[in-house]
């Protein structure tokens, strides 16, 4: 299976993780900064900025983008619980 | 004793010229969204204000209470009359009549915070229909022909929607929830009311408090209107001395115990059976204490009142939290403590847990759960240890401090682990 390594600047972090893997999932398990809310892209709670690696993230669902403009988010923000990893290098941190 | 009534049944309020209060009180409240004792009830204040285009009205009131609300605001206009609907805060309480007065006034144009939106649509559901609104921020106003509403936006005081509206002619400023207070007198000023100093405070420690950098910031940009009258959304209309209540909220929401200069603190909590987990504690505070520039505390919950502790937390950087395993939970003093920091904000605050179980050991990953719950950031696995710690299990719990006051401190080195090696 593919890898991707992500980075969680906050803590200092990178974690190997396979392709597919929604950001939340690595964020909780290694303690880092981006929490979550909902989990359902509904609420934002877990907007992040992509430092770098954007191109290697899933594009936002139609449901991502709604949410992410109605919280005014910056262009570089991606809600962790939706961005889905697809491979290569990701940096991330708390938005 | 006299005690002259400012509020009659199906009348409104003149504040000012064109100005009314068209709320309803509350006095048989007791508790308020299941959080709050009030003494004395609450009010919902609404208001209207008059231009010589229109009248605004400026946010509802709880369902309940509905029909005073139509009462005082058809004393003061028409329905065609109304051109604008603000809502500073979209709260069932503030907005429990917006349903029937969008049915009443379908012409009104709804004013909102940018954040609030998503709460309006789920919020106006019966109406069968997308509501119609205008999103504003700093620097929007609607011009109400002769006078103007400015609106600031104040969010997290206390949802992300919460905004501040601004009559400009008359320096009054329409504070939603800011400056309110669970309080019910029916000579609504603040001058002619009973004491409610104890409702204000009380109201900020419990709605406010958890959000106090945004109060802060709000802070910033309402002192500079110079406020002649502050009308909050619930309590007592603040015309006397109303930047004495802007200096309150200064004074609650600034730090009082830093630790001064770019020292970092870390709290250790822990609850000890036997005591096998107090002397992890003292191992991973030894170990914490090796990192420069960090301050290390060590605290026995076991017969200590959790509530002293808040105000603690509030000022750390990290906490670290140590329990053994009773029937496969965390115990009682521990929890106690991690249920009451909903008062204050521990986002992005770094935390550890650790303890000495006999069985099963579920405490550490519990406490675990509940730290990231609260948003904070656990960049290190809890240790768990069966029984007596060995030299080599409290050299783990020196290390573990260690590692979290490095993460505190900023000094912790970069890690690559494999998604797999994490639990």
Redesign the interface.
């Known amino acids: 299976m593919p890898k991707a390594s992500v980075t969680f600047e906050d803590i200092g972090v990178t974690v190997t993780v396979p392709a597919g893997t929604r950001l939340i999932e690595v964020s909780e398990k290694v303690g880092a900064g981006i929490t979550y809310g909902c989990r359902e892209g509904e609420c934002g709670t877990c907007m992040m900025k992509i430092v770098a690696g954007s191109e290697n993230l899933a594009q936002p669902s139609v449901l991502e983008h709604q949410v992410l403009s109605d919280n005014l988010a910056p262009r570089a923000a991606r809600l962790a619980c939706q961005a889905q990893v697809l491979g290569g290098e990701i940096v991330v941190r708390p938005g | 004793m006299s005690h002259p009534s400012v509020v009659a049944p199906g009348r409104p309020v003149e504040l000012a010229e064109g100005v009314h209060w068209i709320g309803a009180l509350d006095p048989a409240m007791r508790r308020f969204d299941i959080i709050l004792n009030t003494a004395n009830g609450t009010s919902y204040n609404a208001y209207a204000v008059r231009g010589e285009r229109g009248v605004a009205v400026i946010d509802t009131v709880k369902i309940e209470f509905a029909d005073e609300f139509f009462a005082r605001l058809e004393c003061v206009c028409r329905y065609d009359e109304i051109r604008v609907i603000v809502l500073n805060h979209l709260e069932p309480d503030h907005s429990g009549a917006l349903p029937e007065l969008m049915r009443r006034a379908p012409n009104a144009e709804l004013v909102l915070s940018?954040?609030a939106?998503?709460i309006l649509k789920a919020l106006v559901r019966e109406l069968g229909t997308e509501p119609d609104y205008t999103p504003v921020g700093d620097g929007d106003f609607v011009d109400l022909g002769g006078r103007r509403l400015a609106f600031v936006n104040t969010p997290y005081l206390h949802w992300p929607d919460t905004q501040c509206t601004w009559l400009e002619d008359q320096a009054m400023l329409f504070s939603g929830d800011v400056f309110g207070c669970h309080f019910c007198d029916d000579r609504l000023w603040n001058d002619r009311v009973g004491d409610f100093r104890f409702s204000f405070d009380y109201y900020y420690q419990h709605i406010m408090r958890p959000f106090r950098s945004f109060v802060l910031e709000a802070l910033d940009k309402l002192e500079t209107l110079a406020p002649r009258v502050i009308l909050p959304a619930h309590g007592p209309l603040l015309r006397s001395r109303p930047r004495d209540y802007m200096a309150r909220y200064r004074r609650l929401a600034t730090p009082e115990l830093g630790s001064g200069g770019d020292e970092r603190t870390l709290l250790v909590f822990y609850v000890s059976a036997y005591g096998n987990t107090a002397r992890m504690a003292r191992a991973l505070a030894e170990g914490a204490e090796q990192v420069s520039r960090l301050r290390v505390s060590l605290y026995d919950l076991q017969m200590s009142d959790v509530g002293q502790f808040v105000d603690l937390i509030e000022e750390a950087d990290g906490l670290a939290f140590g329990s053994p395993t009773l029937n496969a939970d965390a115990v009682k003093p521990v929890w106690d403590l991690l249920s009451s920091l909903t008062l204050v904000s521990v986002?992005?605050k770094f935390g550890a847990a650790f303890g000495s179980y006999g069985w099963s050991g579920e405490a550490v990953g519990m406490i675990?759960d509940r730290m990231?719950g609260l948003?904070m950031?656990?960049?290190?696995k809890g240790l768990k240890v069966k029984l007596n710690p060995t030299e080599d299990d409290l050299e783990r719990c020196r290390a573990l401090g260690r590692e979290l006051g490095a993460?505190l401190t900023g000094t912790?080195?970069?890690?690559?682990?494999?998604?797999a090696e994490?639990?």
Do not use: F, N, T, Y
Not at chain 2, 377 to 380: Q, Y
Not at chain 2, 412 to 419: G, N, T
């Open positions: 940018q954040r939106p998503s986002k992005g675990e990231r948003k950031r656990v960049p290190v993460h912790a080195k970069r890690r690559v682990v494999d998604i994490l639990a």
